[in-house]
T-cell receptor, first 113, second 110 residues
């Protein structure tokens, strides 16, 4: 399967700051990437679908102005959490879409103090 | 009503036994079905995918799909302690939008 990396793996920031998370497809040209969020003891929830060269599609209830997604190349999508607050603390996971399955990155643990 | 429901855990199984994980889904448009394994603090990894009614076997894992009943299951034979994890069921239309169940936490007891 495709190899997907994320950076950073873990980040701690102060409330009100912005945090950028990178998702890279290392061996696969990904026209579509997905961003998920997982709170403790809960399942993965899709936040948005990132499409190379076009605007991301956000799921209902996800603020597009708070979670900025940029997919400028076939190998890189970024998620920026703007003005982060403690309730944004979560495990953020990206994935790329293959022919019939999705390949997940290792995830980024965000803690907002 | 939840879109994807999984049997509530935690599920405890003795080592060497068969672990049975169940999942029902509401979207009849789902064509692809995935089982992911997630260790604590890690991202999901794909265990099995199934697209047609019936059984699909891969090593110790068998996925079963019944589209008429909107039911998919995962059997793990000869369970090992390393199988202890949370198992997520995810139906999809193709590999587009995956809708995950809440997951079943499986514990294999040595």
């Amino acid at each position: 399967g495709a190899v997907v990396s994320q950076h950073p793996s873990r980040v701690i920031c102060k409330s009100g700051t912005s945090v950028k998370i990178e998702c890279r497809s290392l061996d696969f040209q990904a026209t579509t990437m997905f961003w998920y969020r997982q709170f403790p003891k809960q399942s993965l929830m899709l936040m948005a679908t990132s499409n190379e060269g076009s605007k991301a599609t956000y799921e209902q209830g996800v603020e597009k102005d708070k979670f900025l997604i940029n997919h400028a190349s076939l190998t890189l999508s970024t998620l920026t959490v703007t003005s982060a607050h403690p309730e944004d603390s979560s495990f953020y996971i990206c994935s790329t879409r293959g022919d019939n399955e999705q390949f997940f990155g290792p995830g980024t643990r965000l803690t907002v103090l | 009503q939840k879109e994807v429901e999984q049997n509530s855990g935690p599920l405890s199984v003795p080592e060497g036994a068969i672990a049975s994980l169940n999942c029902t889904y509401s979207d009849r448009g789902s064509q692809s079905f995935f089982w992911y394994r997630q260790y604590s603090g890690k991202s999901p990894e794909l265990i099995m995918s199934i697209y047609s009614n019936g059984d699909k076997e891969d090593g110790r894992f068998t996925a079963q799909l019944n589209k008429a009943s909107q039911y998919v299951s995962l059997l793990i034979r000869d369970s090992q302690p390393s199988d202890s994890a949370t198992y997520l069921c995810a139906p999809s239309e193709g590999a587009q939008k995956l809708v995950f169940g809440q997951g079943t936490r499986l514990t294999i007891n040595p």
